[in-house]
Structure formats: structure tokens, C-alpha cells
């Protein structure tokens, strides 16, 4: 789920950044690469700050609309976070491929009356393929073998909640205290 949030994000970047000239596509593509030379503690503790129960855009739309997103809250968070700092992979392999695909291609197909999402989707897409897969598969192994270790070390040291045998052995254990310390 991840890397499909990561693709969401990635693809568009990608494509109006390499596809258009203008004055912050050298720029957003730089910013892009931050979240890789960032650690991961680091990035989620700024989305919490950002999109947690009391971040600010939680509080924004609390105050100005009357509720909350819980963009934050259990996998939700994980998915966000993970995306967030994968999608690099996606949007460096895919601006690659994209920068690589030949234009008189493309100029034959709009010659042949292709144009807008047809011409992405029949001939841009397909040609850069490869490095979407490319992307994506380096967005899974991370996410997969990197980003759910931490998660999952984390989750490991968690307090496990307590079986009720659990909880009947120790309370058979406590009685006669409990009964004790009642009688004084």
C-alpha cells in the first residue's frame, strides 16, 4: 500500500517536472531527494507534528471546518510515513525514464491524433515503464526490509496485552493479599 501511495505521488511529480519547463522543476526534484538522506525517525516525527491528533493540519481543519482526519492513527501512519519517505525511489528511476523516452514518438502519435491522457497512457507510460517497475521494486525491498524492521522492533518491545489465563493466574495469586489487607 505504500508503494502505491508513493506512486500516487511520484508519477504526476515526475511527469510535470521533466515534461514542462518551468522555473521550480529543478527544485522540486531536489527537495524530492531529501526524504532518502533523511533518517526515517526524523520524517515521522514531522509528519506527527504536521498531520497528528494535535498537528497542525489536524488543528486547521478543526478549527475552520469542525473535525479531524486521523491521517496519523495506527497503519494509516505507517502507510503515510513509509510513502512519504520512499517515493524518491519512484519519482528518481521515473524522471530517468521519462528524460530517456525518444520525443519524435511522441510527436508521431499526436501526428496520428493522440493527445492528452490517450498519449500518456498508449505511448509516455509504456516507454517508461521499465523505470517505474524499477522504482517501485526499490520502494517494496525498502519498505518490505527497511522501514517495517524499525516498525516492527518497535512493535516487539510494545507491552503485549494480557491473556485473561494470564490475568486469572495473577489475580488466584493476589486473593489471599487482597482478602488480607481488606480484613485490617
Do not use: C, K
Request: proline content about 7%; overall charge positive; charged content about 10%.
Amino acid at each position: 500500500m505504500a508503494v502505491l501511495v508513493a506512486s500516487i505521488i511520484s508519477l504526476p511529480l515526475a511527469y510535470f517536472t521533466t515534461r514542462f519547463n518551468f522555473g521550480g522543476a529543478v527544485l522540486i526534484q531536489t527537495l524530492g531527494v531529501i526524504p532518502l538522506i533523511m533518517p526515517p525517525f526524523v520524517g515521522a516525527v514531522a509528519m506527527q507534528l504536521l498531520f497528528g491528533d494535535n498537528g497542525s493540519v489536524n488543528l486547521l481543519l478543526d478549527e475552520h471546518f469542525g473535525f479531524t482526519v486521523p491521517f496519523m492513527s495506527g497503519l494509516n501512519g505507517v502507510i503515510l510515513v513509509e510513502s512519504i519517505h520512499y517515493f524518491p525511489f519512484i519519482l528518481i528511476n521515473l524522471s530517468a525514464a521519462l528524460n530517456n523516452i525518444d520525443r519524435s514518438m511522441e510527436e508521431s502519435a499526436q501526428n496520428l491524433g493522440a493527445s492528452g491522457m490517450r498519449l500518456f497512457r498508449r505511448i509516455v507510460f509504456p516507454l517508461a515503464m521499465p523505470g517505474f517497475v524499477v522504482g517501485a521494486a526499490l520502494g517494496v525491498i525498502a519498505v518490505l526490509f527497511v522501514g517495517l524492521g524499525t516498525y516492527i522492533s518497535n512493535a516487539a518491545s510494545a507491552p503485549a496485552r494480557p491473556s485473561p489465563l494470564l490475568l486469572r493466574r495473577q489475580r488466584r495469586e493476589f486473593e489471599p493479599i487482597i482478602h488480607a489487607w481488606r480484613s485490617h
